[in-house]
DNA sequence: TCAGACGTTCACATCAATGTGAAGGCAAGT
DNA sequence: ACTTGCCTTCACATTGATGTGAACGTCTGA
């Protein structure tokens, strides 16, 4: 698929997939008139960093956590693939995630229990 | 507390505190001289402001649904407070904040599960 | 074949969050 | 009194994620 399509599939604008090719988070082949063409995945793929943006991760560590994630076993078979920094690294992102993940559900359920509490008091 | 101290107590330089203070984030008093004086309970929000940052929400939301955070239950008992505007804004936020720990979780589990799967393939 | 929709690159603008420095006032210790 | 450190405001710079437009090539259907 054409850079046009993926954009509609996934409503994320043409300029920001061209951005997170430059960025190295996307690796679309080229056809012979140079236009990008997508796999049928890349709607995931587009859909997994915008999330992860959203969350607040940088195109940075998205790019360095990436290749871990979804991957197929057969690169698991490789476990040289795992020098001491790549497992301090993502073990460090891992523990940053779920700090943000307390962070926000803290805050999710502060939202809820005072929705809940207005609920209670308008019902009396 | 003077914001030095603060910026101490919570490793947030204190030119962020000051702009925290511009966007409606941080209320201090003010002592004759001029200077900023901040509240014991000054730390906390210094910190949830920041894991909420952090957690990629923008200054904007998080001054609108801050009064709803870890309110005393004396807010609660108005609950003219909730127009519906607000409800909806608190229960969109709310989603949204979902959506973002739905994807996060996601994301340390896959790394968490790829190291699991390393070690175990190094212990054979 | 020509128009219109889509693609390309390049470049400059914006916005939020943050860094940094200048210029000057206030406070506390020697 | 003077130094040192903290405070103030003002202002300009930077970085990452985006918006936007120019100038130009490519495909496709009437």
Same mark, same amino acid.
């Given at each position: %698929? /054409?850079?046009?399509? &993926? #954009?509609?599939? @996934?409503?994320?604008?043409?300029? %920001? ?5 430059? +960025? ?6 080229? #056809? ?6 997508? *796999?049928? @995945? $890349?709607?995931?793929?587009?859909? +997994? ?7 607040? &991760?940088? @195109? ?10 979804? /991957? ?12 001491? =920094?790549?497992?301090?690294? &993502?073990? *460090?992102?891992?523990?940053?995630? +779920?700090?943000?993940? =307390? ?17 209670? $008091?308008?019902?009396?």
């Amino acid at each position: %698929m /054409k850079i046009g399509e &993926l #954009s509609r599939r @996934t409503g994320v604008p043409t300029r %920001m997939l061209r951005y997170y090719e430059e +960025q190295d988070l996307l690796h679309p082949e080229r #056809s012979d008139n140079g236009y990008r063409v997508y *796999g049928p @995945t $890349a709607v995931y793929q587009v859909q +997994q960093i915008r999330g992860l943006l959203d969350s607040g &991760l940088t @195109t940075e560590i998205i790019r360095r956590i990436m290749p871990f994630l979804d /991957k197929p076993d057969d690169i698991l078979m490789h476990p040289r693939c795992l020098t001491p =920094e790549v497992d301090a690294l &993502l073990r *460090g992102e891992a523990e940053r995630i +779920q700090q943000r993940i =307390e962070c926000l559900a803290r805050n999710r359920d502060a939202i809820y229990a005072y929705l809940a509490a207005i609920q209670d $008091a308008g019902r009396r």
